[in-house]
């Protein structure tokens, strides 16, 4: 985590008393790929095209396309040009370009932490003077989306596409098999777990090779046993922060949930990027599964009649029995977020403006992100609802998102890069049971501030 010099950006700041905001990035299943227009892999050159990397899933890989090609049809003059990557592909490839000054013009990303390392390393340009000259743009918004693109109080990035908490799924066949209710508590997991494996039936799915589906875990843990308070001593750069009893607790019952075979037998080989971890909800396999509000819209596109014949079913995660934690509280990024590199061309800063002016969250933009089963972060987003096949749903995560009392980002992007590194690493030892709670928050407390 950075030292902070000027005004402290409270992580809290990001989540309380806000209507809106979310969001793990969507995984990437295949890049990189140029759609559209052949791509150029820097933004420091010159030419009147700026560049745009973003993520391969589907649907949100179409969204993200066609939203550039109608910026392209109706500014030939001043195109866009794009290449996508997979999920973690992507974050190894943008780190590199931004260190070697080769960044595309468009810096798509997720905000906090990683945007502050942008921002202190002369990265991305300050689009204060930007939205102070486009304020119905930033009004057409919704506040809590600016929390992580905010900087010492200087705006760094364009809040844009969904708001996506991480929401607990489950497979409504598999519990009618083995006659039960969805939990309702953290012991009603536990009661549950053996009662599915005794059936054949892995209690959870997860995509633990990708490391940060692990994290979603503790992030509701520490949340519903003690609060946000925890994470927030974390965020603030307090000494010893991950030894907070609480943080003992929540890593004691998550490995007590591992060692009782709560997971899908070999988690950890098995990629989110895939989607692998969606398949073994979808096809019976697992009952269950923590993840993002974006598995939705890819659940509906390759899971066969699982999702239109209702057999999916959705909830918050319950609480922890004699948890603190309030239990409408949610976690996950508060938007995705857009910069322009300070490295591109003033000819390409003035095409990245006017997408974010003109196309990036248009009205036809908003109706195709509702069209994938996500809730896009304009105001009045709800009322594009009524004639979605998904309203539902749809209803299910803006509920969560307007009544949630803290909406917490993610740990991995509240964070400075070293740390969430770290942090990552440790959260796949602790699931793979190669090191205890007491070694996990002993190596965590190691780079707190850093």
Request: charged residues 20%; proline residues 6%.
């Amino acid at each position: 985590m950075e030292t902070r010099t000027t005004s402290r950006r409270t992580f809290l700041s990001l989540s309380m008393g806000v209507p809106l905001g979310a969001a793990l990035a969507a995984c990437g299943s295949s890049g990189p790929t140029k759609p559209g227009t052949a791509a150029s892999t820097g933004g420091g050159g010159g030419g009147k095209s700026a560049t745009y990397w973003y993520l391969s899933t589907q649907p949100q890989e179409g969204v993200r396309t066609r939203t550039m090609e109608r910026f392209n049809k109706a500014n030939p003059n001043g195109t866009i040009e794009g290449t996508t990557f997979q999920n973690d592909a992507f974050k190894t490839k943008i780190k590199t370009a931004i260190g070697a000054g080769q960044a595309p013009t468009l810096i798509w990303g997720w905000g906090g932490g990683t945007l502050r390392s942008y921002v202190q390393a002369g990265q991305v340009d300050d689009l204060t003077p930007f939205f102070e000259q486009n304020q119905q743009l930033k009004d057409r918004l919704f506040p809590s989306s600016f929390g992580a693109a905010t900087i010492d109080g200087k705006i760094y990035a364009m809040p844009c596409e969904t708001m996506q908490p991480i929401v607990l799924y489950y497979d409504k066949r598999a519990f009618e098999k083995i006659g039960a209710q969805p939990p309702q508590t953290w012991g009603d997991i536990m009661d549950l777990v053996p009662k599915f494996n005794a059936k054949g039936i892995a209690p959870f799915s997860l995509g633990g090779q990708s490391r940060w589906t692990n994290m979603m875990w503790l992030e509701f843990l520490f949340d519903r046993i003690a609060g946000p308070e925890v994470f927030q001593a974390v965020f603030d750069g307090e000494k010893d922060a991950w030894s907070h009893p609480a943080a003992l607790d929540a890593l004691t019952k998550m490995q007590e949930l591992i060692k009782a075979n709560g997971f899908i037998k070999g988690f950890s080989s098995i990629t989110a990027d895939s989607n692998a971890d969606q398949a073994l909800l979808y096809t019976g396999k697992a009952a269950m599964m923590l993840h993002g509000g974006w598995t939705y819209g890819s659940m509906k596109t390759d899971g066969g009649d699982f999702v239109s014949g209702g057999n999916l079913g959705y909830m918050n995660f319950p609480p922890v029995d004699g948890g603190k934690g309030d239990p409408g509280n949610t976690v996950g990024n508060p938007g995705q977020y857009m910069s322009i590199s300070s490295k591109a061309t003033p000819e390409q800063k003035e095409i990245a403006k006017k997408f974010f002016a003109t196309e990036l969250m248009s009205d036809a933009s908003a109706k195709e992100w509702v069209g994938t089963g996500a809730v896009p972060i304009v105001k009045g987003a709800d009322s594009m609802f009524t004639s979605s096949p998904d309203a539902e749903f749809l209803k299910f995560v803006y509920g969560i998102a307007v009544n949630a009392k803290s909406f917490a980002q993610s740990w991995d992007q509240a964070l400075s890069p070293t740390a969430a590194e770290v942090l990552l690493d440790n959260i796949a030892k602790l699931f793979q049971l190669s090191i205890s709670p007491q070694q996990f928050t002993s190596n965590m407390n190691a780079v707190i501030g850093k």
